[in-house]
């Protein structure tokens, strides 16, 4: 995929995002895995059995899943954040693969170096730099709305999002109350 935005809402077994460049991708459930390599500037909004993400750089993952994301070798600028969106079959799907809404481990990768698991206490070029991922801080967070109409009765992001990240979007959304009334109360004159 090359500078699009892709919408997948069923539910694979499995999938693959190779080479991706510039793109934006929202996965239904994926029952088993999401394996993300050799992609830039890639955005994933999944709910998957498990992640994981290997020599790839400036992607960010948003994502709900009851395994810890798997960050192996090679990457760069890796940007994790909470699942962030639904659409009205979502939870439907959800059940249909076996995944709920907890445990959600999203927030806690681990790291594999050449030489397994990355330790902090070893200083040695095969574990992977601990700073190659980053948590979203809740200031840049914002949702993402699915454009279609289908049958079913998701209204909400399944299990709701983290209270930072809550009150991130609450915050916004009164920023833009406020400003909307403070247009419909200036008169404006020519």
Request: glycine share 6%.
């Amino acid at each position: 995929l090359l500078n699009t935005w892709s919408f997948c809402v069923f539910s694979p077994r499995s999938v693959s995002l190779d080479k991706c460049r510039d793109c934006t991708v929202v996965l239904g459930p994926v029952e088993t895995s999401v394996h993300i390599h050799s992609c830039q500037n890639l955005r994933v909004m999944c709910v998957s059995g498990r992640i994981a993400i290997g020599v790839s750089s400036r992607c960010t993952i948003h994502t709900l899943t009851p395994t810890r994301p798997l960050l192996l070798p090679g990457n760069t600028d890796i940007t994790l954040g909470p699942f962030h969106t639904f659409y009205p079959s979502l939870e439907d799907h959800m059940g249909s693969v076996g995944l709920a809404v907890v445990p959600n481990a999203w927030d806690r990768p681990l790291l594999v170096g050449t030489e397994g698991l990355y330790n902090p206490s070893l200083n040695s070029s095969s574990n992977p730099a601990p700073l190659c991922y980053r948590l979203l801080p809740p200031a840049e967070f914002n949702t993402v709305v699915v454009p279609f109409e289908m049958e079913g009765d998701t209204c909400e992001v399944p299990g709701g999002l983290p209270p930072l990240y809550q009150a991130a979007v609450e915050e916004k959304e009164k920023r833009i109350q406020n400003w909307q009334k403070t247009v419909l109360e200036t008169p404006l004159n020519k």
